[in-house]
């Protein structure tokens, strides 16, 4: 690493956000095949009985990979200070053209309450997922399963609102951010604009 | 053809449950092992196996010893039915051109959906774990002829045809009132009740489940609405803001 690069992501972080993002894909594609009835993406999985099955471990996958980001983003992520509302106050400065935004930790306020969102919806789809699923044997399980599949929904909706907003965050609204996902690297002097408090925090 | 129809008359059923034994028969179901419950009623419940039966209901009477109602239950072919709305295997429920509601086993994904949907509880799952239950003996009825259950039925309790007739059959012999006349934009297995459905063993407003209601008609459409909106309102943003650029001057902070 040269002197003006800061390291952002590890290789296991990186790795762990593509199989994160990799499994949401299959699911929200496989999902809105159910939603909607879409032959096309029925068969482009083999049919619709083996897109069930991809669609039930594809959300494994991501329920595991979701959990093992909880040892790095969660306490951070939780961690509101007043410069996070003054952030959220001015929307991230996203609606002006030269904001002078307050200074952030490793994840900007934004990026905290995306996290804590994906983490309450993931655990939420999770659940009832599995509900669904197995159908557990238990009294009223018509009930568990109807308000399950209500949740799930739900939960589905918000995210293809959400994830697209994300991906637009982290690549044509903010240049140089997916690089965190790809190399792991940002310069210092990049960082040092976005996260404040981190740079500093780490000596640079 | 229009939409046919089952009119079933409770009160002209002698239980004998030869539509039962018919439709195991024409539909090749094997026999369902029961025990002695203390009722005359058997099998207890609709199985894989058991696409129709007779529900016994013994009520306290002044002429008789007792009031026994012999009541044929089956799949109801809604006209809008909760199973076919919220199935999420294309062609696994259909609706045949007689107002039948159909199943193709090798579509069905097996996740019980339609279960928790039914307003009636009918759908049952086989060995495989595909849908069975009663389709109104589509290919019968599509070659002109009755289903099984109608046509062997000795008194007339059951009895199939154009659900208009049916209805106006129902009107002539007295009947104000139809059983699945207009819930769930009508049944396609209607009952002839003189009492309250109540006493029959039925609910007296089937409904689908709400929050499947609100699924089909909010959050369906909201994920694509959703979806495109995220994306055209990102795009609106990138032209309308363009990429974030941070003043500088933020280095002593």
Redesign the interface.
């Known amino acids: 690493m040269s002197n003006n690069m800061i390291k952002k992501a590890g290789g296991f972080e990186i790795l762990n956000h593509w199989v994160l993002a990799i499994s949401f894909f299959i699911l929200a594609i496989s999902g809105f095949g159910f939603l909607f009835h879409l032959e096309q993406v029925g068969s482009a999985f083999g049919g619709f009985n083996q897109m069930r099955d991809i669609h039930n471990w594809s959300g494994v996958v991501f329920a595991v990979s979701l959990f093992l980001t909880m040892f790095k983003y969660l306490t951070v992520a939780l961690n509101f200070s007043a410069d996070d509302m003054a952030w959220l106050g001015k929307a991230g400065g996203y609606f002006s053209k030269k904001a002078q935004m307050p200074p952030q930790d490793e994840l900007n306020a934004g990026q905290k309450l995306l996290y804590i969102v994906v983490l309450l919806l993931g655990i939420a789809i999770s659940v009832t997922g599995v509900i669904m699923w197995l159908r557990p044997e238990m009294a009223d399980v018509n009930k568990w399963v109807l308000f399950s599949f209500l949740v799930h929904n739900i939960a589905s909706d918000i995210f293809v609102i959400a994830i697209p907003i994300h991906i637009y965050l982290a690549t044509l609204a903010n240049p140089g951010t997916l690089r965190i996902m790809i190399s792991g690297t940002v310069p210092v002097e990049w960082a040092r604009k976005r996260h404040a408090k981190w740079v500093q925090k780490l000596g640079y | 053809m229009g939409r046919m129809s089952i009119l079933v008359s409770p009160e002209l059923c002698i239980g004998c449950r030869g539509c039962q034994t018919a439709c195991k028969e024409w539909n090749q179901l094997s026999g369902v092992k029961t025990e002695n419950r203390g009722s005359t009623e058997n099998p207890p419940d609709l199985t894989p196996n058991t696409f129709n039966k007779i529900r016994y209901v013994e009520l306290p009477s002044e002429t008789n010893m007792v009031r026994w109602l012999f009541v044929s239950q089956r799949c109801m072919h809604c006209g809008d039915a909760g199973c076919m709305k ?1 199935c ?3 062609g ?1 429920l259909f609706r045949t051109d007689e107002g039948a509601v159909a199943f193709d086993k090798d ?1 069905c ?5 339609c ?3 039914c307003p009636f509880n009918v759908p049952r799952y086989d060995e495989k774990n595909k849908i069975s239950k009663c389709h109104l003996c589509a290919e019968r009825i599509a070659n002109r002829l009755e289903p099984a259950c109608t046509k062997t039925c000795p008194t007339g309790a059951l009895r199939f045809g154009e659900r208009d007739a049916l209805l106006g059959l129902a009107q002539k012999a007295g009947y104000a009132k139809v059983y699945g006349q207009a819930d769930l934009e009508g049944l396609g297995a209607m009952y002839a009740f003189m009492d309250a459905p109540k006493i029959y063993g039925m609910n007296e407003n089937p409904a689908i ?1 709400e ?2 209601v ?2 089909d008609n909010v ?2 459409p ?3 609405l ?2 495109a ?3 055209a ?2 795009l609106v ?2 032209v309308a ?1 363009g ?6 001057g ?2 002593d ?1």
């Not at chain 2, 994904?109 to 959906?113: D, P």
């Not at chain 2, 990429?243 to 500088?248: A, L, R, S």
């Open positions: 919220i999420p295997a294309p696994a579509k994904v097996g996740c019980k959906l279960v928790t949907s489940p929050s499947v609100f699924w959050l369906r909201l994920a694509y959703g979806l909106g995220a994306v309102a990102s943003h990138y803001f990429p974030k650029k941070i003043e500088e933020k280095k902070e």
